[in-house]
């Protein structure tokens, strides 16, 4: 049977402060002396959503690059705040404020469930900054390969597509159990788990670790490949940790592999910092992208929008 410490922190939903919507709307401005009529101005957007960026986990490689390279080249930083939350917490303000069809800023990537469910729309980023599609990489610890060949060779063959893991994140959205949601995929889609198992001989109850963090395609992710290694006779447990401590974990041989590796970017530094000290068995997914991200009924187009004058 599939053991999962999830060990979800219930993160609180941020009450954000968020001025009226409508920035298209004109405010009336007396007249000047000696003027006629009257001049209309137009509310920066940043009066909309109180200068204020929703952010999730403040060690995600997102939230460096919105804070420590967006921001100042973009010249926001003495204007604007990245708030530090979670990604479900920086879902629920969203969803919250799409509802109500409120102005709101979100740190985002894809492939995730929001741009299903809602019509969103990425920040133009004339500099580049966050940089073009990335990968998500299987890493493993040395001596997997060794110890558990099997494992390693699912792991190392497992590989699908973007629609693939939004359709698992969008069952977990509308109430699957994450565990039950992988059961139903890989049910489902069983000559594409077969390209996984190809050449993989069962086992009986070996054992095996896989680290995540708690972003929702990751969740999706290691469930899918837990079931999948299920399949084939293994005892798994899915334990959750911070990004930090995933890296560490598979560096440090105290986890077995982890399925949620975003590169080159995301988690650049922590592939440098522990480099050699793992095994990096490539891509599981490609056609992610990272950005500043908000609903398209906001008159807004790219991140030079935000500056202030």
Not at 25 to 33: G, I, L, R, V
Not at 39 to 66: F, K, R, S
Not at 139 to 159: K, S, T
Not at 190 to 214: H, M, R
Request: charged share 20%; proline share 4%; glycine share 10%.
């Amino acid at each position: 049977m599939l053991k999962k410490l999830l060990g979800l922190s219930t993160a609180s939903i941020l009450a954000l402060g968020l001025a009226a919507c409508g920035g298209d709307d004109a405010t009336e401005e007396a007249p000047t002396e000696g003027a006629e009529g009257t001049e209309e101005t137009t509310t920066h957007v940043g009066e909309q959503v109180d200068y204020t960026i929703v952010g999730i986990d403040p060690g995600a490689g997102l939230m460096n690059i919105t804070i420590n390279d967006v921001l100042p080249e973009y010249g926001l930083e003495d204007d604007w705040t990245v708030t530090e939350s979670s990604g479900a917490a920086m879902a629920a303000s969203l969803a919250s404020a799409y509802e109500n069809e409120e102005p709101i800023i979100v740190t985002g990537w894809s492939p995730h469930w929001k741009f299903s469910d809602f019509d969103l729309k990425y920040l133009e980023d004339p500099q580049n900054l966050y940089g073009g599609a990335e990968d998500v990489h299987t890493i493993a610890r040395l001596g997997l390969e060794d110890e558990h060949p099997n494992a390693y060779q699912l792991l190392d063959q497992f590989n699908w597509e973007p629609e693939h893991i939004e359709y698992v994140m969008a069952l977990i959205n509308e109430g699957a159990d994450p565990a039950d949601a992988a059961e139903q995929f890989v049910s489902e889609n069983e000559d594409l788990v077969a390209t996984w198992t190809e050449g993989v001989d069962s086992v009986d109850g070996d054992e095996v670790t896989l680290l995540y963090v708690a972003w929702d395609d990751v969740i999706a992710s290691t469930n899918v490949v837990g079931h999948a290694l299920e399949t084939v006779g293994y005892d798994v447990t899915l334990t959750q940790v911070d990004a930090g401590p995933m890296w560490a974990g598979v560096a440090s041989g105290s986890g077995d592999a982890a399925v949620g590796a975003w590169l080159p970017t995301t988690h650049a530094d922590y592939y440098a910092q522990y480099d050699g000290e793992f095994e990096d068995l490539g891509s599981n997914l490609h056609g992610t992208a990272l950005g500043l991200v908000v609903p398209t009924y906001m008159d807004i187009d790219s991140i030079e929008d935000l500056v202030v004058e």
